[in-house]
């Protein structure tokens, strides 16, 4: 019990979440309005996925370092798991954008092209790809220590490119672009009021301790798993 | 002339998309050409810093040549729209080092895996966006006459550079030995 601690502050943690962010009250901010609530959830998968990536260098740094192909398999199940993440930011925010920056004159689809060209979409599509080619390659190589080596020099590769690139990428092709200025949604982050931060960074903690718990559960099926084909 | 020539946006986009193929296909041969036996030799005389560093050196080298290449063949065979040739030319010679740079090392690990070019695509594609769409940008105000290409973008690209060669040498010696 004495170690469940931090799986109690999650659940407590997201039934906060899910209450104040759908009862309390929201600024009333033009084109955002009601929708404005999507932040507790929509961003805060950005963050778990960003925070779940660190782990899995941090694990693959450690391998590298230790060759215990114990953090192999953390570094793996760390990149899994911020996968869903990523998947589950992608489809909040296609729900988000449907709303907001879709015209509601035309079918959604036809609003596709010009959101999918925004810099902060490619940045992400960018970081999932990544991943499953990380993925990829991990399950091609059958030799259990060569797979462990080299997945985690090109994790660590693949993060030290991408995750600098993804934070500059948007700072700098907006500016390119001046289309973007005019849209309030992407300057969502300067708007947000006291009201809305008490909810806010409760929410990143507590959708980032789900992260890690549902990534334990998945550590410690697949060293039972490691286990017995060894044992086999 | 049957094909009429192209408008600079679309010569832009052709040229990258282009030089991202010859990169792939040139310096994929320098890692997977290599038989056990040459390996081993080069085991033998060198570390595994040196050896990376010549690898980089070498594939750099290539790519320039390549990118100046093709870049002749694109304005013989699709007109010439580049407003400030001089700092094109710079930027093309960039983006192939730039490129040449990332494939050097993603062709270690994809040789390492003991796989074809195919994964080195898998891999590389994802991690070159970012670079390739700052080079088109860069690239565009080469193309207008009005706009000045920002420093501080070609800075960021020249330090993604060193970056991925600090990298290559720290991250190179684990994949070096088997």
Known sequence: ?232 | MSLDEPESNVWNGLFWVIQLFICINAVAKSFLQENKGRMLYFYSISGPASFVLAKLLFNSLLMLVMSLLSLLLFTLFLGNPMHKAGSFIGLVLLGGWSLSLVFTFLAAIAAKAQQNAAIMAVLGFPIIIPQLLLLMQLSKAAFAPLLTIPASTVLLLVALDAMVVLLAVILFPFLWKD
Request: glycine share 4%.
């Open chain 1, 1 to 232: 019990m004495h170690k469940s601690w931090w799986k109690i502050a999650s659940v407590v943690l997201l039934v906060y979440t899910f209450v104040a962010g759908f009862l309390w009250d929201v600024p009333r901010l033009p084109l955002l309005q009601e929708t404005i609530r999507n932040l507790y959830f929509h961003v805060c998968m950005w963050f778990a996925m960003m925070i779940l990536f660190t782990v899995s260098v941090v694990n693959a740094i450690r391998y590298l370092r230790t060759f215990n192909l114990k953090y192999d398999i953390y570094a793996r199940q760390f990149a899994v798991v911020a996968i869903v993440f990523g998947v589950l930011g992608y489809s909040t925010g296609a729900i988000w954008a449907s709303y907001t920056w879709a015209d509601p004159n035309k079918p959604a689809y036809n609003s596709f092209s010009t959101i999918a060209r925004d810099p902060k979409l490619i940045g992400a599509a960018i970081a999932l790809l990544v991943y499953f080619a990380y993925l990829i390659l991990r399950d091609s190589i059958q030799d259990m220590d060569k797979r462990a080596r080299i997945s985690a020099v090109y994790n660590i590769f693949a993060y030290a490119i991408l995750f600098p690139s993804i934070w500059i990428l948007p700072r700098i092709l907006p500016s390119l672009h001046p289309g973007n200025e005019d849209n309030p949604a992407l300057d969502v982050k300067n708007d947000i009021s006291g009201t809305m931060r008490v909810v806010f960074y409760p929410a990143i903690i507590g959708w980032t301790l789900l992260g890690l718990w549902i990534t334990t559960l998945k550590i410690r099926l697949a060293l039972v798993k490691e286990k017995m084909m060894t044992h086999e």
